[in-house]
Every structure is written in structure tokens, then in C-alpha cells.
T-cell receptor, first 113, second 116 residues
Framework: GENVEQHPSTLSVQEGDSAVIKCTYS??????FPWYKQELGKGPQLIID?????GEKKDQRIAVTLNKTAKHFSLHITETQPEDSAVYFC????????????FGGGTRLMVKP | SAVISQKPSRDICQRGTSLTIQCQVD?????MFWYRQQPGQSLTLIAT?????????ESGFVIDKFPISRPNLTFSTLTVSNMSPEDSSIYLC?????????????FGEGSRLTVL
């Protein structure tokens, strides 16, 4: 089955700096890669996703890149703000096969004001 | 997106007891899932809640321990049976609500269970 590795497990940045979280996946058939943000005491919230037919996607301060050959994808947050502090999870699935999402281990991002 | 309500939001339970968690969605959804998130850990899929039939369980999870119901397209329950402290976790209801499979999942706020 699919295996998703996520790094780093914790990340501390100064407000205004950029943050990058990286994930690798094992199943070359995976074609859907979402990112979730989980704030304390809340459920995960989908913040951005990318499918295997594109290499990059942006939404304001967040962007995701995908390298299918290397089987890794990354989340980039620019101009970080204290409200970006949360746990971020990457995930992967092959939705053509009806497979469920496999989640990475999570990254705790702390943005210091 | 759908509004997903879970009850209870949190509970403290005694060893050996069972607790049922409810998940209510404000619109009909195609797929409903139950996830477990152990303290400080990632999300692990317990099962897919199938409407009108038995749930589909992932490896390591069994119906006797985690019975699931889904009587209609907007409601599901997960029971954690004969609880032990190892069952202390956040249990999350998740839905995929588009008419065709896109993989996008939306989560409820979770039910945080502490077993003493």
C-alpha cells in the first residue's frame, strides 16, 4: 500500500519568513495530493490540493509543488503569520482506484511574532 | 462544503464501557469515513461507513470493537466498545460529498475520548 513520509515533524519560523514542508510517497499510481491544516481542538481543514496532471498550484500565500518523477510534493507558505501556527498534514491517494487517503505524520508549525 | 457535526465533542470514559459517537451532515453525502487520531499522531482510517450495509474496515480494525451504523446519507455512528486507555484518541468523521469521487475529504471537529 501507499506510504507517506513527512518532514520536518516540527518547524519554527519568524513571522514574515517562509515555511516549507516536504512529503514523499511510495505508490507511483497516486494522483491526488491534498494538504490539511489542523488547529488546536479542531478537525483537519483542507487548504490546498494538487493532482498529478500539474506541477504547481498557488492560492494566495500558499503553494504546493509536485515532482512525480521523484515522488515528492511540498507545501510552501510565504509571509507567515501567527495564525498559520497549526499542525499540517500531507496526504496521497489514487482516486481512480477508489483508494483512501494515506496521511503523512504531520508537521507542527510555530510562527513566532 | 458540508457542515459536519459530531457529538460528543469530548468525553471521559471508564475502562470497560462503550461510547457511541454521532456524525450528522447537513446535506446528503456519497461517502462517510471514520478516522482515529491518537495523541500527537497522524490520522488513521478505521472504516468506510456504507449506507444500508456493513461498514468496510481497514486492517487492524474490527466490527466487534468499532461497530458502525449508517442508516441514511446524512448520518453515521461509531461505537468504541469495551474501552481501554489505549482507545484514548480523537475520533473524526469525514465525508466526501461530491457526486463523483474526487478524493476531497472534509472533517468534523472530532470527538476527543479519554479512557481512565
Amino acid at each position: 500500500g501507499e506510504n507517506v513520509e513527512q518532514h520536518p515533524s516540527t518547524l519554527s519560523v519568524q513571522e514574515g519568513d517562509s515555511a516549507v514542508i516536504k512529503c514523499t510517497y511510495s505508490d507511483s499510481a497516486s494522483n491526488y495530493f491534498p494538504w490539511y491544516k489542523q488547529e488546536l481542538g479542531k478537525g483537519p481543514q483542507l487548504i490546498i490540493d494538487i493532482r498529478s496532471n500539474v506541477g504547481e498550484k498557488k492560492d494566495q500565500r500558499i503553494a504546493v509543488t509536485l515532482n512525480k518523477t521523484a515522488k515528492h510534493f511540498s507545501l510552501h507558505i510565504t509571509e507567515t503569520q501567527p495564525e498559520d501556527s497549526a499542525v499540517y498534514f500531507c496526504a496521497a491517494s489514487n482516486d481512480n482506484a477508489g483508494n483512501m487517503l494515506t496521511f503523512g505524520g504531520g508537521t507542527r508549525l510555530m510562527v513566532k511574532p | 462544503s458540508a457542515v459536519i457535526s459530531q457529538k460528543p465533542s469530548r468525553d471521559i470514559c471508564q475502562r470497560g464501557t462503550s461510547l457511541t459517537i454521532q456524525c450528522q451532515v447537513d446535506s446528503q453525502v456519497t461517502m462517510m469515513f471514520w478516522y482515529r487520531q491518537q495523541p500527537g499522531q497522524s490520522l488513521t482510517l478505521i472504516a468506510t461507513a456504507n449506507q444500508g450495509s456493513e461498514a468496510t474496515y481497514e486492517s487492524g480494525f474490527v466490527i466487534d470493537k468499532f461497530p458502525i451504523s449508517r442508516p441514511n446519507l446524512t448520518f453515521s455512528t461509531l461505537t468504541v466498545s469495551n474501552m481501554s486507555p489505549e482507545d484514548s484518541s480523537i475520533y473524526l468523521c469525514s465525508v466526501e460529498w461530491s457526486s463523483h469521487r474526487t478524493g476531497e475529504l472534509f472533517f468534523g471537529e472530532g470527538s476527543r475520548l479519554t479512557v481512565l
